[in-house]
């Protein structure tokens, strides 16, 4: 009786301690969120790549307090006329990455509140179905060209796209 | 007697906004019809011409005051938060790559979007990527003309009822023009600064 008491016990414990260790590992990660230099009033980007190592998920939005209104949306190519249009959601699977970046899916921030400016960084959350919101810190890039800039890094993720 | 007349013409309004409708559709449709045997009937593939339009500071810009350099042109809009920055930055990356050659080539931004984009808006888009770009912009007339003339499309796609609630779809490609202002050939676009600049350096060689 005793014996199993203390079994049950431990077994608890071991169940505690790997769901403690499952809730700290979230199942949809946000990394690489990044945006362009823009002006107040205007219209902002936000690129970013989502992993998510628990069940399929969806992403169903995102907000940030730099604009008035967040949408994701899509770049189309549709024989060389570019169109881009609001998406709904899109999936998350495990084991594939999301990716949005140039060209393609992108995180649209509608009329600015302030200027994106080069160096600085804000909040962009995203929501899903499963995971609810998840809060990246997406860095501003500067657009301007120059010698001194690193172009490669500024290019290169909308060129893979292509 | 008066809810009879009112009852009738409460009927009639709804067909007559349909004819109306309908004729305008015809209107339409014969205008594109015409539109396209017109620009079907003029033999070689003319792209670019004559254009007036406004740069940032207010001041007008024809295409004899670009003749002398080759000019790369860019349609686009400054509400565009994904194609034009990406495509403007590889243009602005491609002079750099282009060295001493790119001083022989003038960068220009036209919009599509002259309702919201001002000439204050085209020059600060404009020098958010290089100082060297020229952003235009123009009247609804002027900006019809010059993509006309280029052969670049553009609409406005709604999506909302607000005044800012559009996005233009438009044509994505970059025009390399000769110093003489004739077309020399079109430029994918989607390419990254060093593909532009080796595509330009091969086209002026």
Known sequence: MKGHTVRAMIAVAFMLVAALAFAQQPPIQVDNAWSRTAAAGGNGVVYLTVTDSGAPDRLTGAASPVASAVELHESLNDNGVRKMRPVASLPVDPGKTLTLAPGGYHIMLIGLKQALKAGTSFPVTLSFERAGQVTATATVRQTVGGKAMDHSRVDMPGMDMH | ?205
């Open chain 2, 1 to 205: 007697m008066s809810t009879s007349t009112d009852h009738e013409s409460g009927s009639k309004r709804p067909r007559l906004i349909v004819a109306l409708a309908g004729v305008l559709l015809a209107l339409l449709l014969l205008g594109a019809g015409g539109f396209l045997w017109l620009s079907g009937d003029n033999g070689g593939p003319t792209i670019g011409g004559p254009f007036t339009l406004e740069d940032g500071n207010g001041r007008t810009v024809t295409d004899r005051d670009l003749h002398g350099k080759y000019v790369l042109v860019y349609f686009g809009y400054t509400f565009c938060p994904d194609v034009c920055p990406t495509t403007l930055t590889a243009v602005s990356d491609a002079l750099d790559k282009l060295g001493a050659k790119a001083d022989q080539l003038q960068p220009l931004f036209i919009t599509v979007d002259p309702k919201r984009d001002t000439a204050a808006t085209v020059r600060q888009y404009a020098a958010s990527f290089t100082p060297r770009l020229i952003g235009l912009t123009g009247t609804p007339e002027q900006i019809a003309a010059v993509a006309r003339e280029y052969r670049v499309y553009y609409a406005e796609h709604r999506t909302g009822p607000g005044p800012n609630d559009y996005s233009m779809d438009h044509s994505s490609i970059l025009y390399l023009m000769g110093p003489d202002g004739r077309f020399i050939a079109p430029i994918n676009a989607e390419q990254s600064g060093e593909q532009i600049a080796a595509t330009i350096r091969k086209l002026t060689s």
